[in-house]
């Protein structure tokens, strides 16, 4: 089994000192929403999505973020985006426009790589404006949740086409991402671990760089989940096994990250230690930090499904499943138990 190597500090801090321009996380800037209707008051409904929407991009903590004060001094600009991405030296930008009609509004968001000059996520939604702020609220939600991992898997892509011999906390990162990926696509026990082992040491090196990036306590946490599950199966090393899950659940606890996906995996460490009164509460917070990520949502439905609560349950994987349907495994499974029960 591969072991896991230990991070000096003193090596950890040589690094970053070198670490070259360009490698660091990507930043973002949103451009104000774009007014497509005839009604001129509609104005402050898109400066309100622009700022909640940049809001909830800043609570993630993954990337920087341009302030609203820098983005709207383009509201309304002819200049070209890429311009626009230069100036502000963002390598993502986020746009979007309002069109209303009657009661109803049209909302449009979409996701550029600034520096490739190609869209690589749009979305649309109707809505109803019997609630103003509720709708503002929500898109906002929703454009963060579902761009963040856009980004994310955007850059694991490009990742290997950066020619670097010292890594940033970034780009650890990213390869302990890519190295975890690989760990679902083994094809046996021993390239699985083996994998995790290199996902865990991309992760932990990522932290000495930047404790700060807590994403990189996200793939710890997925990795102690991992060694959970496979722990019964595993005929040698179990001492360490045991002991490896609970060293990474106190880091991640002491990271307090907002993230929801490490909240998430917190939560399934508690479920599957049968921890049930910690799982939930887990699954709580992280519905509390974004009610619109769409793995929280679809874990708070299966807890209301397992309650017999069958309409809350289908409300929630409803919403999970609107925001990412390729993220809700058995959902039509799921659906199916709820009308069942509902009809018992």
Known sequence: MQKR????ENTAAAASAKIIEGSVPPTIAVLPFANLSTDQEQEFFADGITEDTISYFSKSKTFPVVSINSVMKYKNSKEATKDIANDLNANYLVQGSIRKGGNKVRISAKL??????T???S?????SLDDVFEVQDEVSQKVSALALPAIIANEQNTLNNK???IFSAWDEFLHSLN???KSGEAKNIEEKIKHVYEAIEHAEKSIALDKNLTDAYNVLASACSFFKIVESS????REKMKQYPESVSEKVIVSESNNPDLVMNMAFLFRISNDETKYKEFVNKAVEINPHHSRSLQAKGMLYLNECDYDNAIDFLNRAHEINPKGVPFYETMLLFCHLGKND
């Open 5 to 8: 190597s230990n991070i000096d």
């Open 112 to 117: 550029t790589d600034a520096l490739e000059d």
């Open 119 to 121: 869209q690589i996520w």
């Open 123 to 127: 979305q649309t939604w109707d809505r």
């Open 163 to 165: 020619d670097l011999k």
């Open 179 to 181: 190295s975890y990926d």
């Open 234 to 237: 595993l005929q040698h090393d």
